[in-house]
């Protein structure tokens, strides 16, 4: 068994203190973040040149004792691989030159290999596992079928993707073409981040919670769980944890427990200590602090990851995280102050 309490947290063994990470941890935040991604040029450029994306990598590891580290790059890496064309400009969000807009668009898509295609991924991930050298874990990801749809549908983001749900309604069998494509892909290019070296995998479902719960079951979960399934024929995949976050989703925690994952993300709509009643028993739990609460002062920050760990408990199986990405407004003293309660409340819980 491996002694990285991050790992130890996910396959549910005992841990000295309550691992931590966070979502989003490098980004915007950060001043070296923004000084990195300027000497880029762009977004893209930094994701696509695996030294830069090396650097931005072990950032937040060289400023606060967090316990993994997360591949940078983005979800949208897949549909530019297919043709879509990303960019990410400054202060807005990510677009895709090519949506998919019909029949044909999504008939003429095939999926990537991600040794040729998203080859600058794959040697990211074996660039930071050498600068790691062991000092923590590295998480690889990949959005889900769903939320990548979402996006390639509509071509940037929305706060309802009515054109994504609309094809699902209108045309089930054009939108299961395409999520079968891209769960296609999703799954080969997770095992190739395994096979480069990431120690553990993480699925972001970020739009599913839009999903009316008969259409979160057929146009996510199910590929959710085919993609869980599907891992577990590669050979470094299968023995790597994989992490499920479907965000808004905790009507349906039960079924994401059943795909076979190792654990589940949570926002911050649910009580961990619920989540963990309802579910704990069967798969690690990550997440689930505000992210609102970075906004507060230091002594509600502590008082609140503080509380946060008590509802948990100390059974196994806890990564604490926020329940979304840190955002770029956030001071990173607070990071800091979250990330040192953590560290002390986690101990004192679990007896560290
Ligand atoms: O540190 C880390 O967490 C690793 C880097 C990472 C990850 C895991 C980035 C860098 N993006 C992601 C995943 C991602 N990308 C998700 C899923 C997680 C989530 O819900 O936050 C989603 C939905 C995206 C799409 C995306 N890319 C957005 C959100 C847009 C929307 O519709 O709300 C944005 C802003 C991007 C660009 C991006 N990706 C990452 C960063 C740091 C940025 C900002 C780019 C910049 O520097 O301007």
């Given amino acids: 068994m491996s002694d990285h309490r991050f790992l130890r947290a996910l396959a549910r063994q005992p841990v000295d203190r309550t ?21 880029a040029g762009s977004f893209v450029n930094l994701c696509k040149t695996p030294e830069l994306a090396c650097e931005v990598t ?22 530019d691989a297919m043709g879509l064309g ?22 003429a898509l095939t999926a990537p290999d991600p040794e040729m295609d998203l080859r600058y991924v794959m040697d990211a991930v074996r660039l ?29 983001g ?28 999703v799954t080969a290019y997770l095992a190739a981040q395994a096979a480069a070296g990431a120690q553990a995998l993480m699925v972001f479902d970020t739009w599913g919670g839009l999903l009316a719960p008969d259409m979160f079951g057929e146009f996510s979960l199910h590929y959710l769980a085919r993609i869980a399934q599907s891992l577990q024929s590669h050979n470094a995949a299968k023995s790597t944890p994989l992490i499920l976050f479907s965000k808004g989703a905790n009507a349906h925690l039960e079924a994401l427990a059943d795909t076979g994952c190792a654990a589940l993300g949570l926002d911050w709509t649910i009580a961990l200590g619920e989540a963990r009643a ?18 507060a002062t230091p002594a509600v920050i502590a008082a609140e990851v503080e509380a946060a760990l008590a509802d948990f408990g100390a059974h196994p199986g806890h990564v604490f995280n926020l329940g979304h990405g840190v ?11 979250m990330v040192d309660a953590v560290h002390a409340a986690g101990r004192r819980i679990r007896g560290g």
């Fill in 327 to 337: 955002t770029p407004d956030v001071d990173p003293e607070r990071v800091k102050v």
């Fill in 128 to 156: 930071i596992r050498r600068e790691l050298h062991d000092k923590v874990p590295l998480i690889g990801f990949a959005g889900s079928p769903w939320t990548l749809a979402c996006y390639m549908i509509e071509g940037q």
């Fill in 278 to 295: 309802r579910v704990g028993g069967r798969v690690a739990l990550q997440g689930n602090l505000d992210p609102a609460v970075l906004q």
């Fill in 58 to 79: 072990l950032q937040p590891i060289a400023r606060y004792p967090l316990d993994a580290a997360i591949l940078f790059s983005d979800i949208l890496t897949i549909p």
């Fill in 86 to 107: 990303l960019s990410v400009e400054e202060g807005a969000g990510p677009r895709l030159a090519k949506p998919m807009r019909t029949h044909a668009d999504i008939a």
């Fill in 158 to 185: 929305s706060a309802s993707f009515a054109r994504a749900k609309a094809l699902a309604l209108d045309d089930p069998a054009t939108m299961h073409k395409l999520l079968d494509v891209v769960a296609r892909s």
């Fill in 19 to 39: 691992p931590v990470w966070i979502m989003r941890q490098a980004g915007r935040y950060l001043p070296e973040y923004r000084a990195t991604r300027a000497r």
